[in-house]
């Protein structure tokens, strides 16, 4: 049986041990699920640097909710410095994506932001996605 109809099994240690393997090899959604297991502490201790690896992981290969949760760690500071260029950055990436909650997340980041900073904002998600296509693809 399956605890959210996603594919995740009740036995969450268990299905760490497959995220991993799927993780390991590259796939994506691996990458993003083990990435989500480690922020909330499920089958693992919480551990938000192992999170933003994961989830970084699967962020680069165009991931839309990897992209927008990598964003929101680098918002509220969890296991990485807290840095509102890269979140924003992040956020923006995820938007182009059709992530829905997206626009909202980089409204409020916005509002902590000066004009300067989402500009360079605005720049490094652009850079990002010319030096890495798979973002947005």
Excluded: C
Excluded at 87 to 99: E, L, M, S, T
Excluded at 112 to 126: F, G, N, V, Y
């Amino acid at each position: 049986m399956y605890a959210n109809g996603e594919g995740v099994p009740e036995d969450d240690t268990e299905a760490v041990k497959w995220y991993r393997k799927a993780a390991d090899q590259g796939y994506v959604r691996g990458q993003y699920n083990l990435g989500n297991m480690y922020a909330i502490g499920t089958g693992v201790p919480e551990d938000d640097k192992e999170a933003v690896k994961w989830f970084r992981k699967a962020a680069e290969q165009g991931d839309a909710q990897a992209q927008y949760n990598l964003g929101v760690m680098y918002y509220e500071g969890d296991g990485v410095i807290e840095n509102y260029i890269q979140a924003y950055a992040w956020g923006n990436i995820a938007q182009a994506k059709g992530h829905e909650n997206a626009k909202e997340a980089k409204a409020k980041i916005a509002e902590e932001m000066t004009k300067e900073q989402i500009a360079k904002a605005q720049d490094l998600s652009r850079e990002m996605v010319e030096t890495n296509p798979k973002l947005i693809n």
